[in-house]
C-alpha cells in the first residue's frame, strides 16, 4: 500500500486539521484553525495529513489521518509550554538541543490500523531528521489506549508517568523518542508526498 501525505503550510493547514478534527467524536475539545494558527505561527513547525480514497467510492478521496508537530524550547512564554517544559525537566534535554513536540494527531475511525499513522509518523521523523532536530516528544493519557499501543509500536520510550492521584486513567504519560539518521533505514511505509503550497 503507498500512503498519500501532503504537507501544509501554516494557514491552509490550520484549516485542514480544523475540518478532519471534526471526525473525531471522542474529543470534546477541537482545535480551531484560529487556535492551530496561534500555536504554530512563528515557531517550526510540521502539519501532515494523510487522504484516501472512500471504500465505496474510490473516486472521492478524503482525509483519514493527521498529525501536527511544533518546535519546543528551554524558554517558552506560553502558559501551557511552558508548564510542559517544567514538567518534563529532567527527563528531556532542551538546552542546546531541538525538540519537536507532537501536539495533536489521530486516525479517523474506519481507517484505524491500516498503518496511516505509522507513515505520518514516519515522514514526521524524515522531516524532523532533515531540520536538525534531536527528539520527539508526545504527551498522552493513561486511558488513551490506542494512543498508547501505537506509540509503544512505533517506539516511542515513556519517559514520564504523572499520576492523578483521584483518577489513575487521567494520569498523564510523556513519551519521546531520540531521532538518528540511522532510524530512516528501519521504516516501513511506502509514500508519496506533497508540500502545499506546491
Ligand atoms: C492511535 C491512532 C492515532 C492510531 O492510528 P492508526 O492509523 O490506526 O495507526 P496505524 O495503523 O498506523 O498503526 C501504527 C502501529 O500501531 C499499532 N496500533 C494501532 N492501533 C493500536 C492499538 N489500538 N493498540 C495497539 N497497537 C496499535 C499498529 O499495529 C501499528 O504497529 P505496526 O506498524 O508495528 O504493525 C488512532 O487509533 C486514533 O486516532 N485514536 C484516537 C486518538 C487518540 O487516542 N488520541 C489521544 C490523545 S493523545
Known amino acids: 500500500m503507498e500512503y498519500h501525505i501532503t504537507q501544509y503550510d501554516l494557514e491552509q493547514g490550520a484549516l485542514e486539521i480544523q475540518y478532519i478534527e471534526e471526525y473525531f467524536g471522542e474529543f470534546p475539545r477541537k482545535k480551531s484553525a484560529s487556535e492551530i494558527v496561534e500555536r504554530l505561527a512563528g515557531r517550526a513547525h510540521l502539519i501532515l495529513l494523510a487522504t484516501a480514497a472512500l471504500p465505496d467510492d474510490p473516486g472521492t478521496v478524503v482525509p483519514v489521518s493527521f498529525k501536527v508537530a511544533h518546535e519546543i524550547g528551554a524558554a517558552e512564554k506560553e502558559s501551557k509550554l511552558a508548564d ?3 514538567r518534563l525537566d529532567g527527563c528531556v534535554r532542551f538546552r542546546d538541543r531541538r525538540v519537536l513536540y507532537t501536539w495533536i494527531g489521530g486516525t479517523r475511525r474506519d481507517w484505524r490500523g491500516q498503518g496511516f499513522f505509522r507513515a505520518l509518523t514516519e515522514q514526521q521523523e524524515i522531516w524532523a531528521i532533515e531540520q536538525g532536530f534531536d527528539e520527539i516528544v508526545v504527551k498522552t493519557k493513561n486511558r488513551f489506549y490506542d494512543m498508547r499501543g501505537t ?5 516511542f520510550e515513556v519517559v514520564k508517568y504523572e499520576r492523578n492521584v483521584s483518577a489513575n486513567a487521567e494520569s498523564k504519560v510523556y513519551l519521546s523518542k531520540k531521532l538518528t539518521a540511522e532510524m530512516i533505514s528501519s521504516h516501513r511505509s511506502a509514500k508519496t ?6
Open 84 to 86: 510542559l517544559v517544567d
Open 193 to 198: 508526498v506533497v508540500q502545499i503550497p506546491i
Open 151 to 155: 506509540l509503544d509500536h512505533l517506539r
